[in-house]
């Protein structure tokens, strides 16, 4: 359970901004870390467990049959990843409480960032892929919501567009590849997919899903040719990019890589596509990186670069380049995590980014500079900090890689030479900024921050050192449970974290790096006027450019398609029916089947004639539109009736519930539709239709008549034989609804409701004609409400209730349950309203009925959640027996509150649509608030 309430902490947290954003800032802020400082020291209770490589596995039943269970793991990479967003979203929180002015929503703030913690939690904590690409997709709605926090900028709402789009088709390749692994290997397990890496690696669809693996890994971590959508994202607060683009989402990617090293790893396909994208990034970042005058797109750059760096070493293909990868991990999101902290107070007291109008701060600021400068030499990679130890060591294993064969020796040259422009950029980022002259034409004088906002800062800023200087202290057992984690075994292979290793290659090489980072910085005038003599090319509106030609493109492509004539929909609809329907029965050598056909007598044949006689009726008079509604009324009767004589009374109930109110619904709103409608199809046209029908006609009536004709084994008799002993009723149709197939019930109650919603908002702008006679011209009757109708309907009303609580209670071993009861309601309800019109129905019956479709759908939803509580899977049900006084034994389960939130669901919905529709020519009829 302490996994799950890790997991379930922040996302419990996501409601704690939304209550106290009336409260003062601090106290907002406060509340807001408190459940997840809880989560921060339940984790740290599991250190020694996971440092001692114990199974550490939590699994709840959701929906076994698919795959689907919650479930988490923790594990040595999990550990560190959680560590990372739990202790530096911390920090964020106090940041963000001094970096947000008075005007900005911070409950709003806290909340998106609440929801994307919760999402990088379930991420690197789920043991179920199919449960991690949820998260997956929720990191980028969530980043979507923070990037886009200051809406009224243009360049943040097309930065939110760009990494949404961006990310979310990487997450659409994902969830691809994890599907095929999933079906390959069995299962969605993520132990049993890290199990089975023999498996995966031999199949023949390997490079297909790996190929769409690494396209949603490389999209989440910008890495080439998906890094433009980072730089653009730095229109976010800066809180954001600190977490978001530096220690937390971009490194999504990058976990996803390691988690599924053991399993995907060692291919040279493997090897190919993530060394030389990893490659490809850690050049283009670092080189984009140096010529950037914002301050934060410089430090976006360098985060690409670096991301680059740790995805080459996770294709290298050797075990100590992994290990070295994770080390990167560390170390980068405290150095980087801390510049963008510190971009952000400079920001904030100064009032810009702009390093061409930022110079000299240091004696404004000179406690940040110092700051700035540890973290700026930590990410160049000067000893006695923790990037010079990471970077020593990637740069010793690119001189024990063999990945272009002979010509292998380029690859310490390239990573020589990004070293190179990591020193250029960071010494760019500390002269420009801290000294160059003084500052160019600020908004405000600049001055340091108070205290509490740079105590992140120090508190990153001095990890940096002491992992620099005790780097076996610090990191060392944390380091090796996360690598072990990586490669799939409980031995790690030697590595060394000491300062000194003597005078070797890699030592040359950063020293390389170092002097030829000065040389670079103090000759950049040139290389600036050699970069801005290049075409320049702006990523964001050549995506811009690119979503409306695509966009315009769809457009061209929807209007030849669908041109607005149902006739034409409908064509192409019915006819792809007869083509893919009609080929497979060219392939069955005899319709008919073995099986014994039932006779025909003179009931059946009856009814089969009226049922024909009415839709011909209906389609012949379909042009007026009253006869027409009667027409298919007596076609659903004897549909209701053929229910009935083949012992379905429950669909026949349902369906004459249905009929009456689909007749109320068209007869409201035919009242606004012509009553007759002129003959405008051509002859041609008529032809092509009866054509058409025909042939659907006859390959549906083949099809069943192939179907029905043939034995075959039904799954009813499961029902049958485990309605009353597992679901506690005889009425196994009722049974198969609220227990059975309850996830299916939930389902289409949720879309009923949002259906009826959706209709009620539709109606709130349609300006609709109301008529003042009939067809032929004769006005309507000045009586309005009947005397007779009215007091008819007024006497069926208690009885029709009396009658729909009798349908409900008895619905779980007789015919009935929620739903029809939910109908007879509605249409007693709605009865009154045709009845005594809505002015008498608003003063006696005031409900807003979106109310009772939220509260049906609640009530139905925590019926399920309340299964977990006994740990069972979700809408598990559960009945007893009881006695109870003057009644008796009575049967009570729990399937019953189901039944009810489907009941009230219902009837919200039925209502909301027919009355909305019936009050369009009344003085209630539903508006926008704004138009009142």
Same mark, same amino acid.
């Given at each position: 359970?302490?996994?799950?309430?890790?997991?379930?902490?922040?996302?419990l947290g996501?409601?704690?901004?939304?209550?106290?954003?009336?409260?003062s800032r601090s106290?907002?802020?406060?509340?807001?870390?408190?459940?997840?400082?809880?989560a921060?020291?339940?984790?740290?209770? /599991?250190?020694q467990?996971?440092?001692?490589?114990?199974?550490l596995?939590?699994?709840?039943?959701?929906?076994? !049959?698919?795959?689907?269970?919650?479930?988490?793991?923790?594990?040595?990479?999990?550990?560190?990843?959680?560590?990372?967003?739990?202790?530096i979203g911390?920090?964020?929180?106090?940041?963000?409480?001094?970096?947000?002015?008075?005007?900005?929503?911070?409950g709003r703030?806290?909340?998106?960032?609440?929801?994307?913690?919760?999402?990088?939690?379930?991420?690197?904590?789920?043991?179920?892929?199919?449960?991690?690409?949820?998260?997956?997709? @929720?990191?980028?709605?969530?980043?979507?919501?923070?990037?886009?926090?200051?809406?009224?900028?243009s360049?943040?709402?097309?930065? #939110?567009?760009?990494a949404?789009t961006i990310?979310?088709?990487?997450?659409?390749c994902?969830?691809?590849? !994890?599907?095929?692994i999933?079906r390959?290997? +069995?299962?969605?397990?993520?132990?049993?997919?890290?199990?089975?890496?023999?498996?995966?690696?031999?199949?023949?669809?390997?490079?297909?899903?790996?190929v769409?693996? @690494?396209?949603g890994c490389?999209?989440?971590s910008?890495q080439?040719?998906?890094?433009?959508?980072?730089?653009?994202?730095?229109?976010?607060?800066?809180?954001?990019?600190?977490?978001?683009h530096?220690?937390?989402m971009?490194?999504a990617?990058?976990? @996803?890589?390691?988690?599924?090293?053991?399993?995907l790893?060692?291919?040279?396909?493997?090897i &190919?596509?993530?060394?030389?994208t990893g490659?490809?990034?850690l050049?283009?970042?670092?080189?984009?990186?140096?010529?950037k005058?914002?301050?934060k797109a410089?430090?976006?750059?360098?985060?690409?670069?670096?991301?680059?760096?740790?995805?080459l070493?996770?294709?290298?293909?050797? $075990?100590l380049?992994?290990?070295?990868? &994770?080390?990167?991990?560390i170390?980068?999101?405290t150095?980087?995590?801390?510049?963008f902290?510190?971009a952000?107070i400079i920001?904030h007291?100064? +009032?810009?980014?702009?390093?061409r109008?930022i110079n000299?701060?240091?004696?404004?600021?000179?406690?940040?500079?110092?700051?700035?400068?540890?973290a700026s030499?930590s990410?160049?990679?000067?000893p006695?900090?923790?990037g010079f130890?990471?970077?020593?060591?990637?740069?010793?294993e690119?001189?024990?890689q063999?990945?272009l064969?002979?010509?292998?020796?380029l690859?310490?040259?390239?990573?020589?030479?990004?070293?190179?422009?990591?020193?250029a950029?960071?010494l760019?980022?500390i002269?420009?900024?801290?000294?160059?002259?003084?500052p160019?034409?600020?908004?405000?004088?600049?001055?340091e921050?108070?205290?509490?906002?740079r105590?992140? %800062?120090?508190?990153?800023?001095?990890l940096c050192?002491?992992?620099g200087?005790?780097?076996?202290?610090?990191? +060392?057992?944390?380091l090796?449970?996360?690598?072990a984690?990586?490669?799939g075994t409980?031995?790690v292979p030697?590595?060394?974290?000491?300062?000194w290793?003597g005078?070797?290659?890699?030592?040359?090489?950063?020293?390389?790096?170092?002097?030829m980072?000065l040389?670079?910085?103090?000759?950049?005038?040139?290389?600036?006027?050699? /970069?801005?003599s290049?075409?320049?090319?702006?990523?964001?509106?050549?995506f811009? /450019?690119?979503?409306?030609?695509l966009?315009?493109?769809?457009?061209?492509?929807?209007?030849?398609?669908?041109?607005?004539?149902?006739?034409?929909?409908?064509?192409?609809?019915?006819?792809?029916?007869?083509?893919l329907a009609?080929l497979?029965?060219?392939?069955?050598?005899?319709l008919?089947g073995?099986?014994?056909e039932?006779?025909?007598?003179?009931v059946?044949?009856?009814?089969?004639a009226?049922?024909?006689?009415?839709?011909?009726?209906?389609?012949?008079w379909?042009?007026?539109?009253v006869?027409?509604l009667?027409?298919?009324?007596?076609?659903?009767?004897?549909?209701?009736?053929?229910?009935?004589?083949?012992?379905?009374?429950?669909?026949?109930?349902?369906?004459?519930?249905?009929?009456?109110?689909?007749?109320?619904?068209?007869?409201?709103a035919?009242?606004?539709l012509?009553?007759?409608?002129?003959?405008?199809?051509?002859?041609?046209?008529v032809?092509?239709?009866i054509?058409?029908?025909?042939?659907v006609g006859?390959?549906? *009536?083949?099809?069943?008549?192939?179907?029905?004709?043939?034995?075959?084994?039904s799954i009813s008799?499961f029902?049958? #034989?485990n309605a009353?002993?597992?679901?506690g009723?005889?009425?196994?149709?009722?049974?198969i609804?609220?227990?059975?197939?309850?996830f299916?019930?939930?389902?289409?109650?949720?879309?009923?409701?949002?259906?009826?919603?959706?209709?009620?908002?539709?109606?709130?702008?349609?300006p609709?004609?109301?008529?003042?006679?009939? *067809?032929d011209?004769?006005?309507?009757?000045? $009586?309005?409400h009947?005397? !007779?109708?009215?007091?008819?309907?007024?006497?069926?009303?208690?009885?029709?209730l009396?009658?729909?609580?009798y349908?409900?209670?008895?619905?779980?071993? @007789?015919p009935?349950?929620?739903?029809? #009861?939910g109908?007879?309601?509605?249409?007693?309800l709605?009865?009154?309203y045709?009845?005594?019109?809505?002015?008498?129905?608003?003063?006696?019956v005031n409900?807003?009925? /979106?109310? %009772?479709v939220?509260?049906?759908?609640?009530?139905?939803?925590?019926?399920?959640l309340?299964?977990?509580?006994?740990?069972r899977?979700?809408?598990?049900?559960?009945?007893?027996?009881?006695d109870?006084?003057?009644?008796?034994?009575?049967?009570?389960?729990?399937?019953?509150?189901?039944?009810?939130g489907v009941y009230?669901?219902?009837v919200?919905?039925?209502?909301?649509?027919?009355?909305?529709?019936?009050?369009?020519?009344?003085?209630h009829r539903?508006?926008?608030? $704004?138009?009142?």
């Amino acid at each position: 359970m302490t996994l799950l309430w890790i997991l379930l902490l922040p996302m419990l947290g996501t409601l704690v901004p939304v209550l106290t954003a009336k409260w003062s800032r601090s106290a907002c802020a406060l509340l807001t870390a408190l459940p997840v400082v809880v989560a921060f020291l339940l984790l740290i209770s /599991q250190t020694q467990a996971v440092f001692a490589a114990e199974n550490l596995r939590y699994s709840l039943a959701w929906v076994p !049959l698919l795959g689907l269970d919650i479930a988490l793991r923790l594990d040595g990479l999990a550990y560190l990843f959680a560590l990372l967003i739990l202790g530096i979203g911390l920090l964020i929180i106090l940041y963000a409480r001094y970096y947000l002015s008075a005007r900005d929503s911070m409950g709003r703030f806290y909340t998106f960032l609440m929801l994307f913690m919760t999402a990088m939690l379930g991420i690197v904590l789920s043991n179920n892929v199919l449960q991690l690409w949820l998260f997956w997709e @929720l990191t980028s709605i969530s980043s979507f919501l923070l990037i886009s926090f200051w809406w009224h900028k243009s360049e943040a709402r097309r930065g #939110a567009r760009m990494a949404l789009t961006i990310t979310g088709a990487g997450g659409l390749c994902l969830l691809a590849a !994890l599907l095929i692994i999933g079906r390959i290997v +069995g299962s969605y397990d993520l132990d049993v997919i890290l199990a089975s890496g023999d498996v995966l690696l031999a199949h023949s669809w390997y490079p297909v899903f790996l190929v769409l693996f @690494l396209l949603g890994c490389f999209t989440k971590s910008a890495q080439f040719p998906f890094h433009f959508w980072l730089p653009n994202a730095m229109a976010a607060p800066t809180p954001v990019s600190a977490y978001l683009h530096s220690a937390t989402m971009v490194k999504a990617g990058i976990f @996803l890589l390691a988690r599924f090293y053991p399993a995907l790893a060692g291919s040279d396909l493997w090897i &190919i596509l993530v060394s030389l994208t990893g490659l490809a990034t850690l050049l283009v970042g670092a080189y984009l990186a140096l010529f950037k005058h914002d301050l934060k797109a410089l430090l976006a750059y360098s985060t690409i670069s670096h991301l680059g760096l740790i995805t080459l070493l996770f294709g290298m293909g050797t $075990e100590l380049a992994a290990v070295v990868g &994770i080390f990167h991990i560390i170390n980068h999101a405290t150095f980087k995590a801390s510049l963008f902290m510190a971009a952000g107070i400079i920001d904030h007291e100064t +009032g810009s980014r702009d390093m061409r109008r930022i110079n000299g701060l240091w004696k404004y600021m000179p406690v940040t500079g110092v700051l700035v400068m540890i973290a700026s030499a930590s990410m160049a990679g000067i000893p006695l900090l923790n990037g010079f130890l990471s970077k020593e060591m990637f740069l010793a294993e690119t001189l024990n890689q063999h990945l272009l064969g002979a010509i292998s020796w380029l690859i310490p040259v390239l990573a020589t030479i990004a070293a190179i422009f990591s020193v250029a950029y960071s010494l760019r980022l500390i002269h420009d900024v801290f000294f160059n002259g003084e500052p160019k034409g600020l908004p405000k004088t600049p001055h340091e921050p108070p205290h509490l906002m740079r105590l992140p %800062v120090e508190i990153l800023v001095a990890l940096c050192v002491l992992i620099g200087i005790l780097p076996v202290l610090m990191v +060392g057992s944390l380091l090796s449970s996360a690598a072990a984690a990586v490669l799939g075994t409980t031995e790690v292979p030697y590595y060394s974290l000491a300062l000194w290793h003597g005078f070797n290659l890699p030592l040359l090489m950063s020293v390389i790096a170092i002097a030829m980072g000065l040389l670079i910085y103090s000759k950049r005038k040139k290389l600036f006027d050699f /970069q801005s003599s290049l075409p320049g090319v702006d990523p964001l509106n050549s995506f811009e /450019q690119l979503m409306k030609r695509l966009s315009r493109s769809c457009e061209r492509f929807y209007n030849w398609l669908d041109n607005g004539s149902l006739q034409r929909y409908m064509v192409l609809l019915l006819s792809a029916v007869v083509v893919l329907a009609g080929l497979p029965l060219l392939e069955v050598p005899v319709l008919s089947g073995g099986r014994e056909e039932l006779p025909i007598d003179a009931v059946n044949a009856t009814g089969a004639a009226l049922l024909l006689i009415s839709a011909l009726a209906t389609v012949i008079w379909h042009r007026k539109r009253v006869v027409a509604l009667l027409m298919i009324s007596v076609v659903g009767l004897m549909v209701s009736i053929a229910f009935t004589r083949f012992s379905a009374p429950d669909l026949a109930l349902t369906q004459l519930s249905v009929e009456v109110v689909t007749v109320i619904l068209l007869m409201l709103a035919l009242f606004f539709l012509p009553h007759k409608t002129p003959s405008q199809s051509e002859p041609s046209r008529v032809i092509r239709d009866i054509s058409l029908a025909s042939l659907v006609g006859i390959v549906i *009536g083949s099809w069943a008549y192939a179907v029905m004709t043939r034995p075959f084994n039904s799954i009813s008799d499961f029902f049958l #034989a485990n309605a009353k002993t597992g679901g506690g009723g005889t009425n196994v149709v009722n049974v198969i609804l609220v227990d059975f197939r309850g996830f299916d019930t939930f389902g289409e109650i949720a879309v009923l409701g949002i259906a009826s919603l959706g209709i009620f908002k539709l109606l709130t702008r349609i300006p609709l004609f109301k008529p003042s006679s009939d *067809g032929d011209g004769r006005p309507w009757t000045r $009586e309005r409400h009947p005397m !007779l109708l009215a007091t008819v309907a007024q006497s069926l009303l208690p009885l029709a209730l009396m009658v729909s609580v009798y349908i409900f209670f008895r619905g779980h071993n @007789l015919p009935g349950g929620g739903f029809i #009861a939910g109908l007879i309601t509605a249409v007693a309800l709605i009865l009154q309203y045709i009845a005594h019109g809505v002015d008498w129905m608003k003063a006696r019956v005031n409900i807003e009925y /979106q109310r %009772v479709v939220a509260i049906g759908l609640l009530v139905a939803l925590v019926t399920g959640l309340a299964s977990f509580l006994f740990g069972r899977p979700f809408l598990t049900s559960w009945f007893d027996y009881f006695d109870v006084p003057l009644l008796g034994e009575v049967e009570l389960a729990s399937a019953m509150a189901f039944d009810l939130g489907v009941y009230l669901t219902v009837v919200g919905s039925t209502l909301l649509i027919l009355s909305s529709l019936g009050k369009m020519t009344t003085a209630h009829r539903p508006v926008h608030k $704004e138009t009142i």
